[in-house]
């Protein structure tokens, strides 16, 4: 087995993961900033390919990726389009979100609280009657540190979280509402606008947008894998890695067939794998506290056209198991004729593996219109912010970067972000 060597750099340094956080911290290890060290580090990759959930997978010459993935900048001028556009050379296409609710038996523009116009007329009453009152009463915005239950009532009113906010939080995250803290919001759960409330109930009106996904970017061919493509070329990664103990102490990884010693190890695996590692670290029991939840991926590409629905639709209510159906063709290349739907219902302890009947049903799809389907399994999808989240974290990561250890990423840091995040955490690491 081949041992990490030192390159001009000096410091020996070992990646955990290769997908889009680890990914782009080798690239930057080898590619430095003006007058940092030139390292080429290893990576180890449990799977036989790079990309983690950036990946898109084949089948069929239909491609597939796990569930949606798409691009949302923070900044119109980001470091990282213009990263993924120049350096990578990958040409992006911009979308304007369209996006509904499947509520009533009808389908209400997204977001629901800007569309109260398209509800029956009593049941939109309810909701203006119920938000007014949170409104005026509690303030603009709710109160920030309660749980996302509360939050979303005195934010919304009790009517419009009964609707959408609460039923839609519950499937997706399978995790009781008044446990779970509201520390993940951030800019993916902005807080209501009354006149923009006010206006989408007076009159139907699809154009009322808001929100940090209100427009995407998308690879224009290809899928979103090529991003990970791109980063993979040239770098050293052992796939098909099996970890078995990291001695934190001598700082060494053993793993099937081979030993690694390292100065500096940037993990970007799910926090449970990296503790389960450390033999004898006094934080390896806090990963009894971490909470998560898997997400079961079906995705069927049919011959029918589906461009009217737009790129995804939500479902709040227990009439379907699934809380979210995506359409893949609405933004990226698929072979003319076909549709190819993503969708996404999610599980904590035991998969929940869904039929396709319920989304054929929805769909009006027959069996002999289907060409392909292709099942992906997404065990680690979201960190659940239960109110130990926080102080949990903070333990663990304060015992790991006394060890040079940098536990980084979507599930590394433990957190809820997106890709651009996932590339700037890689940014940071390899500094
Ligand atoms: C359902 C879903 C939808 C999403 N949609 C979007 C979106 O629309 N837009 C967006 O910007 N972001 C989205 N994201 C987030 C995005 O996928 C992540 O932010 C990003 O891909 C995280 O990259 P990462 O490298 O940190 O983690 P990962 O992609 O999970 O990579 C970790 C790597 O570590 C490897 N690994 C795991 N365990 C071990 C081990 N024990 N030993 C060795 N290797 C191991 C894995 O195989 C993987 O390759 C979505 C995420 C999910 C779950």
């Known amino acids: 087995m081949k041992e990490d060597k030192k390159v001009s750099g000096g410091k020996k340094v070992v990646i955990l993961g290769a997908g889009l956080t680890g990914l782009t911290a080798a690239h930057f290890l080898e590619n430095p900033q003006a007058g940092a060290a030139k390292t080429k580090p290893f990576i180890l990759e449990k799977k036989s390919c790079a990309g983690g959930l950036c990946r898109t997978e084949k089948k069929d010459g239909f491609s597939f990726d796990y569930t949606g993935h798409l691009l949302h900048f923070k900044k119109t001028n980001s470091f990282w389009k213009t990263f993924i556009t120049d350096n990578l050379k990958i040409d992006l296409k911009k979308h304007s979100r369209k996006a509904s609710i499947h509520i009533m038996n009808t389908l209400i523009p997204y977001p629901f609280q800007y569309h109260l116009a398209y509800l029956p007329k009593t049941e ?31 934010s919304f009113g009790k009517r419009m979280a009964s609707l959408f906010f609460i039923p839609y939080n519950k499937k997706l995250w399978n995790f009781n509402l008044n446990k779970m803290s509201t520390s993940w919001m951030g800019r993916f759960v902005p807080p209501p606008d009354v006149k923009m409330i006010l206006k989408g109930a007076d009159k139907k009106d699809p154009s009322q947008t808001a929100g940090y996904n209100a427009s995407f970017y998308y690879p224009r061919k290809g899928g979103i894998g090529r991003l990970p493509a791109a980063l993979e070329a040239g770098k050293n ?31 970007t695996i799910p926090l449970p794998e990296l503790l389960s590692y450390l033999k004898g670290s006094p934080v390896k029991h806090l990963s009894k506290k971490l909470k998560w939840t898997g997400v079961y991926n079906m995705n069927i590409t049919v011959k029918k056209n589906f461009s009217k629905l737009g790129h995804w639709i939500y479902f709040p209510h227990g009439k379907v198991p699934f809380y979210r159906l995506g359409f893949l063709s609405n933004f990226s290349d698929v072979p003319d004729g076909f ?55 903070g333990e663990i990561k304060e015992f790991l970067i006394t060890r040079d250890i940098i536990s980084t990423g979507r599930f590394g840091g433990w957190k809820y972000s997106t890709m651009e995040e996932a590339m700037q955490d890689g940014f940071d690491a390899a500094f």
Do not use: H, Q
Not at 133 to 140: C, D, T
Not at 341 to 359: L, M, N, P, Q
């Open 124 to 154: 939109k009453e309810k909701c203006v009657r119920d938000y007014l009152k949170v409104y005026k009463s509690a303030g603009k915005t709710g109160v920030a540190d309660e749980s996302f239950r509360r939050w979303a009532e005195n």
């Open 237 to 267: 990664i052992i796939f098909n890695a099996v970890i078995k103990e990291i001695d934190f102490k001598n700082k060494n990884i053993f793993f099937e067939g081979g030993k690694m010693p390292y100065d500096k190890l940037i993990s």
């Open 339 to 393: 549709s190819t739907i993503y969708i996404e219902s999610s599980y904590r302890s035991e998969r929940k593996k869904i039929s396709s009947a319920s989304v054929m049903k929805f769909l009006n799809i027959t069996d002999n219109e289907i060409a392909v389907t292709k099942n992906l399994d997404i065990p680690y999808a979201y960190v659940i912010y239960d109110m130990e989240r926080a102080k949990t974290l």
